[in-house]
């Protein structure tokens, strides 16, 4: 048999049929992929309604991580928006008493002036920019119910636009929480600037320290806590990112839970929290401990 394979098939011949069936297969598996990936969109897909009107998400919206994401455009046009424009590198929303902001690739977005934090973030998709609809309405002060028969968001409106951050945030906390993020943490993901925001927080919940953002900075009862507040890291301007995690922080979002303490991880083993508290998380260069 091999002798008249090889007489029929000569060694070109044959590398060209390999090469045929090679292509046969991977087009094949690109076809079942794609197959399978539409299949997914399309059983991911949800419908959405504004007081009851079914709103034209042109087929985009879907569910991704347990969150519905919807167009923006299309969405705040139907809650009521007098403006959306996108700018090249973000979208301005303007509604009646209020203005948002929201740019691709980030985990949160501006409304009034606060930071609205969006767990999975936001995102370009089949060139439309993305958002979770909960965080979205929230600013709008619309009501978000998830019918998981019909695969549905009906979202009802009539509540007050998110409070603006001029009356939300405490001047004072904001100035020095975004200046302790940026010296302790200036390096660090989103999610690690959030983290020592946390502990400065959770320390003025605590019994054990100070009541104030400023006095558990500033705090020395028991030798000094934050190096930064008294070798002169806090006076420069901290940038916009740090300043967004202070807000984040004050907003409520933790990434740290219930850390009291954290310590550079290239030390932490040796340290005293390292070895007296229980440890909660590392997140980039910090461990975080309670």
């Given at each position: 048999m091999r002798y008249f394979f090889a007489e029929k098939f000569p060694k070109k011949e044959m590398l060209g049929l390999k090469k045929t069936i090679l292509t046969l297969i991977a087009a094949a598996v690109l076809f079942t992929a794609a197959s399978a990936g539409a299949m997914c969109e399309a059983q991911s897909a949800v419908t959405v309604y504004v007081d009851g009107e079914l709103v034209d998400t042109a087929g985009l919206s879907y569910i991704e991580n347990g969150a519905t994401y919807v167009p923006v455009r299309e969405m705040c046009r139907a809650l009521g928006a007098t403006r959306t424009e996108w700018t090249g590198s973000e979208s301005v929303?303007?509604?009646?008493?209020?203005?948002?902001?929201?740019?691709?690739?980030?985990?949160?977005?501006?409304?009034?002036?606060?930071?609205?934090?969006?767990?999975?973030?936001?995102?370009?998709?089949?060139?439309?920019?993305?958002?979770?609809?909960?965080?979205?309405?929230?600013?709008?002060?619309?009501?978000?119910?998830?019918?998981?028969?019909?695969?549905?968001?009906?979202?009802?409106?009539?509540?007050?636009?998110?409070?603006?951050?001029?009356?939300?945030?405490?001047?004072?906390?904001?100035?020095?929480?975004?200046?302790?993020?940026?010296?302790?943490?200036?390096?660090?993901?989103?999610?690690?600037?959030?983290?020592?925001?946390?502990?400065?927080?959770?320390?003025?919940?605590?019994?054990?320290?100070?009541?104030?953002?400023?006095?558990?900075?500033?705090?020395?009862?028991?030798?000094?806590?934050?190096?930064?507040?008294?070798?002169?890291?806090?006076?420069?301007?901290?940038?916009?990112?740090?300043?967004?995690?202070?807000?984040?922080?004050?907003?409520?979002?933790?990434?740290?839970?219930?850390?009291?303490?954290?310590?550079a991880a290239r030390a932490a083993s040796s340290s005293w929290a390292g070895r007296n508290r229980e440890f909660v998380s590392q997140i980039g260069n910090h461990c975080f401990y309670a």
């Open positions: 929303i303007e509604a009646e008493g209020l203005g948002i902001r929201i740019a691709p690739g980030e985990l949160y977005f501006t409304a009034n002036g606060r930071c609205v934090y969006t767990e999975h973030g936001c995102l370009l998709r089949s060139g439309r920019l993305m958002a979770h609809v909960r965080p979205l309405c929230a600013a709008y002060g619309a009501d978000v119910e998830w019918n998981g028969a019909e695969k549905a968001v009906y979202i009802k409106t009539g509540g007050d636009p998110i409070q603006p951050g001029d009356e939300f945030y405490d001047d004072n906390d904001l100035y020095w929480l975004s200046r302790i993020i940026q010296a302790e943490a200036g390096g660090e993901s989103l999610e690690g600037k959030i983290a020592v925001g946390n502990v400065v927080l959770n320390r003025v919940e605590s019994p054990l320290f100070p009541n104030s953002v400023y006095d558990v900075i500033f705090d020395k009862k028991y030798g000094v806590q934050f190096t930064p507040a008294y070798s002169g890291g806090l006076k420069r301007e901290p940038p916009d990112e740090a300043v967004a995690a202070a807000k984040l922080a004050l907003e409520g979002v933790n990434t740290a839970q219930g850390s009291l303490y954290f310590v």
